[in-house]
């Protein structure tokens, strides 16, 4: 049944977003970071905890489980150092994606030559 509710909150996910790309003017990047800031403020008042106990681990695939990881973590570090933990909380839990970004990033731009 985790399959199914992982599969169906994805879907759900990836309808919105086609959604808004066919039908305004927004850019994948707007659509992306639009995606970031709505799983960001659900995390502010616990519902994408409580998605991801009803979905599973399905949950955390989308990209709006990035916004939930990046004020996750701010929030965590924040209840234990103070403020200075909204700055290196943030990047507590997204370290590795954002360095896995970057480097994959970088050899492909070595391998692969850009269209004109």
Same mark, same amino acid.
């Given at each position: 049944?985790?399959?199914?509710?992982?599969f169906?909150?994805?879907?759900?996910?990836?309808?919105?977003?086609?959604?808004?790309?066919?039908?305004?003017?927004?850019?994948?990047?707007?659509?992306?970071?639009?995606?970031?800031?709505?799983?960001?403020?659900?995390?502010?008042?616990?519902?994408?905890?409580?998605?991801?106990?009803?979905?599973?681990?399905?949950?955390?695939?989308?990209?709006?489980?990035?916004?939930?990881?990046?004020?996750?973590?701010?929030?965590?570090?924040?209840?234990? #150092?103070?403020?200075?933990?909204?700055?290196?909380? #943030?990047?507590?839990?997204?370290?590795?994606?954002?360095?896995?970004?970057?480097?994959?990033?970088?050899?492909?731009?070595l391998?692969?030559n850009?269209?004109?």
């Amino acid at each position: 049944m985790t399959y199914l509710y992982s599969f169906l909150f994805v879907g759900f996910i990836c309808l919105i977003g086609q959604t808004i790309l066919d039908n305004t003017k927004l850019t994948a990047g707007h659509i992306t970071s639009i995606m970031v800031v709505i799983g960001a403020f659900l995390d502010i008042f616990n519902i994408y905890d409580s998605i991801i106990k009803i979905v599973g681990p399905g949950a955390m695939v989308p990209i709006t489980s990035f916004g939930h990881s990046l004020i996750h973590g701010a929030l965590k570090e924040a209840n234990n #150092v103070g403020l200075v933990g909204i700055l290196s909380g #943030v990047f507590d839990l997204t370290a590795a994606g954002i360095t896995s970004a970057i480097i994959f990033s970088f050899i492909f731009s070595l391998i692969f030559n850009p269209k004109d």
